[in-house]
């Protein structure tokens, strides 16, 4: 469905607060039907972007065109064609599910019975139908969320802000919604997501842009990405022994390698260039070290993260998904 | 077509959502009830007792509307659900207009609060109900203009209804409401003449008991002004302030 064309346009985008530059001139584009991902730590300056481009802000320069539409100029065309999911899941405490995405459908001037029924259709795909009459305030944080998602999409926007869609919700959700997130790409649909998460934007976006500090340091495919940098081969053992006394003499024998030690009975042998594994495992077996398993760790996205920002991964939150 | 869509919505949502609510109609009914009883008790048989509808009409459209903005604006801006309304593809004007028509309506209807109950007291006869109807509703859109005004320059409810209260008591006094303007100390007649409620009271007055300061058409003239003047502050307070 991805088609060569840059919808979305963002050229030295800034905006100050005071004398917090929180996005300092960056620049971007998203292809039609392509999902691009703004990845970065708390205070990168992923939702004020958003909220440049979706007209909630100002910017204080640059420029933002959106379907060939100057969005600084004449928002309210744009947000015809938009979709925004905001970080916080602000719809109506007091009013059912149905009724909100009804609501919200209405702000798009999406007659009633047109609304009524994508708001049932919505809900069922949302598994949301047995809680549609019940007020919003009583849902529980994953079908908030997820009917909040639902009142992004209800007018079927041609291009779709996603600010940090999964954010606190349980696995089996994260995954209802990343299905659903790749089905309106298949449709067509052209997002912009912002994610905390390095693993969720691998798996769901096309291409991923590194934030950091109200700056974009990288923008990429994975695979971009991971070439990037020049990477180190890292392959690790595990024995029957601690390896402690004899890193050094490893590390004289082949002084192109490092050696971690790990745990007790692990060890990790680093290298610029491919290992060969006989030579190594001949000197551990002529100490008497049995190696039981050997394995090739592949670089992650997450040692390209830390390499190119500088950034410590724990910044990001990291979960097992 | 899809902006009247939009319109209808946010206007029928809020109805529903506050208007409908019973702490808001109390805010609206039982302030100006209590203060009527009030005023009956104070005054018994000194005055007349239809002296007292004007002002508290005035008074039921002020408190009444002024509070319903604080909530339906201030409280959404707080929870960010406003934002839903900001991203709307409807002007900012089409947007306003809704949520302050509300609050007009709202003051419409409990201006014939205390009119309904004196019904059942005094003979109303001899009112000329169209300048009364006129009154109410010039009224009703400066409330609305001034609560909007407070609610766009606080960021929590409770400062709203602060600050509102900070215009609305003295205005009480100072519009003659409860006090005849031409009794009122010298040196406070100039800021009861800045006052548009001053001008909206006399109109009633005029209408209810034939007896006023202005005439009905410099009334009018003077309140249409002030409108124009708060719609223009809250349009660049809200651009300057809901659009960050
Ligand atoms: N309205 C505002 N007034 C002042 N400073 C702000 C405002 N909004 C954001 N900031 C600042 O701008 C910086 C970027 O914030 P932003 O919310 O864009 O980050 P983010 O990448 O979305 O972070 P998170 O992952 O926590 O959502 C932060 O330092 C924040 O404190
Ligand atoms: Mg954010």
């Known amino acids: 469905m991805q088609k060569n064309v840059e919808i979305v346009k963002v050229t030295n985008l800034k ?307 | 077509m899809e902006t009247f869509i939009a319109f209808w919505n946010i206007l029928k949502k809020d109805i529903k959502n506050y208007y409908l609510k019973p702490p808001n109609i109390s805010w609206g009914i039982i302030f100006p009830l209590s203060w009527t009883l009030m005023q009956l008790i104070r005054s018994s048989g000194n005055i007349d007792v239809i002296e007292l509808l004007p002002g508290l009409m005035a008074m039921s459209i002020l408190f009444g509307t002024t509070s319903m903005l604080a909530v339906t604006i201030t409280f959404e801006k707080r929870s960010k659900s406003f934002d839903r309304l900001l991203l709307a593809p409807i002007s900012l004007s089409t947007l306003v207009a809704a949520k302050i028509l509300g609050a007009i309506l709202f003051g419409i209807i409990n201006a014939f609060v205390p009119v309904v109950f004196m019904g059942f007291l005094i003979n109303l006869s001899g009112i000329n109900w169209a300048v009364v109807l006129m009154a109410v509703i010039l009224i009703a859109i400066t409330s609305a203009l001034l609560g909007l005004l407070v609610a766009v320059s606080v960021k929590e409810v409770f400062e709203a209804q602060t600050l509102s209260n900070f215009f609305r008591f003295p205005m009480l006094f100072l519009c003659g409401l409860f006090l005849p303007i031409d009794k009122l100390p010298a040196a406070l007649k100039p800021i009861s003449f800045c006052l548009p409620l001053t001008y909206g009271t006399d109109m009633l007055n005029s209408a209810i008991i034939h007896n006023s300061y202005f005439s009905i058409l410099f009334s009018i003239f003077i309140i249409i002004v002030f409108i124009i003047i708060l719609f223009y502050l809250c349009r660049r307070n809200i651009e300057k302030k809901w659009i960050l």
């Open chain 1, 15 to 321: 905006k100050l607060y005071g004398d917090l530059p929180a996005v300092n001139g960056i620049s971007f584009s998203i292809k039609e039907g392509e999902i691009l991902g703004l990845l970065g730590p708390n205070g990168a300056g992923k939702t004020s972007t958003i909220n440049m481009m979706i007209g909630l802000s100002r910017p204080s320069s640059g420029q933002i065109m959106i379907d060939g539409i100057d969005a600084i100029k004449d928002i309210k065309k744009v947000q015809r064609i938009i979709g925004v999911v905001p970080d916080e899941n602000n719809l109506y405490g007091e009013m059912s599910g149905f009724d909100n995405l009804c609501f919200c459908a209405s702000l798009y001037g999406m007659g009633k019975e047109e609304r009524e029924k994508q708001a049932k259709e919505l809900l069922k795909q949302f598994g949301l139908t047995k809680a549609a009459d019940r007020p919003f305030g009583t849902y529980s944080k994953g079908m908030k969320r997820k009917l909040t998602i639902a009142a992004g999409i209800i007018h079927n926007p041609k291009i779709l802000f996603l600010d940090e869609p999964t954010t606190g919700i349980d696995v089996e959700s994260t995954r209802q919604i990343r299905e659903l997130i790749l089905n309106l790409k298949k449709q067509g649909t052209t997002i912009l997501m912002t994610t905390h998460y390095i693993e969720e934007a691998e798996r769901t976006c096309d291409r991923i842009a590194f934030m950091v500090r109200g700056e974009i340091v990288k923008v990429g495919t994975v695979r971009e990405l991971m070439e990037n940098i020049d990477h180190e081969y890292k392959i690790k053992l595990q024995l029957d022994n601690c390896l402690e006394e004899l890193k050094v003499e490893l590390e004289n024998k082949f002084p192109s390698y490092r050696i971690e030690v790990l745990a007790k009975n692990s060890c990790l042998i680093i290298s610029k260039e491919q290992v060969p594994l006989s030579p190594i495992l001949q000197v551990l077996d002529e100490k008497g070290v049995s190696v039981y398993e050997a394995k090739g760790i592949k670089p992650s996205l997450e040692d390209v993260f830390v390499r190119i920002t500088g950034i410590d991964a724990t910044k990001l939150e990291k979960v097992g998904r």
